[in-house]
Nanobody
Framework: QVQLMESGGGLVQPGGSLTVSCSASGTIFRLIAMGWYRRAPGKERELVAS???????DYADSVKGRFTLSRDAVDNSVYLHMNSLKPEDTAVYYCNARAYTDHQSWGEYWGQGTQVTVYS
C-alpha cells in the first residue's frame, strides 16, 4: 500500500500565495505520476497539476501561469506552489499518486485532502 501525507493549505487573501505538499510512502516500486486535484463546493473533482515519472508536467488551464508543481524524486514528494490566488481557487485539494507496488501491480492513491480558502 501507498500512503500520501499532505501538508499546507489554509486561509489566504486574493492575490496571496500558498504551498501544499505531499509525500508518498509505503510499498513503492516505482512512481508513475503524482499531482494534485481539487474539488470546489458544488463542483466535481478536477486535475490541478501533475507530473509523471519522466518529469512532464500537466496543468489545468485555470491555473497555468499561477501555479507551479515541483517534485523531489528522492523523497517521492510533490509541492504545489500557488500564486495570485483567486476566490475560485477555494477548494479541498487532494494529493494523488499512481505507483507500481511491485514489477507488475499498480494502483491509484489519494490523500485525505487539505482545505484552501481564498477570501476577501
Amino acid at each position: 500500500q501507498v500512503q500520501l501525507m499532505e501538508s499546507g493549505g489554509g486561509l489566504v487573501q486574493p492575490g496571496g500565495s500558498l504551498t501544499v505538499s505531499c509525500s508518498a510512502s509505503g510499498t513503492i516500486f516505482r512512481l508513475i505520476a503524482m499531482g494534485w486535484y481539487r474539488r470546489a463546493p458544488g463542483k466535481e473533482r478536477e486535475l490541478v497539476a501533475s507530473i509523471n515519472s519522466g518529469g512532464s508536467l500537466d496543468y489545468a488551464d485555470s491555473v497555468k501561469g499561477r501555479f507551479t508543481l515541483s517534485r523531489d524524486a528522492v523523497d517521492n514528494s510533490v509541492y504545489l506552489h500557488m500564486n495570485s490566488l483567486k476566490p475560485e481557487d477555494t477548494a479541498v485539494y487532494y494529493c494523488n499518486a499512481r505507483a507500481y507496488t511491485d514489477h507488475q501491480s499498480w494502483g491509484e492513491y489519494w490523500g485525505q485532502g487539505t482545505q484552501v480558502t481564498v477570501y476577501s
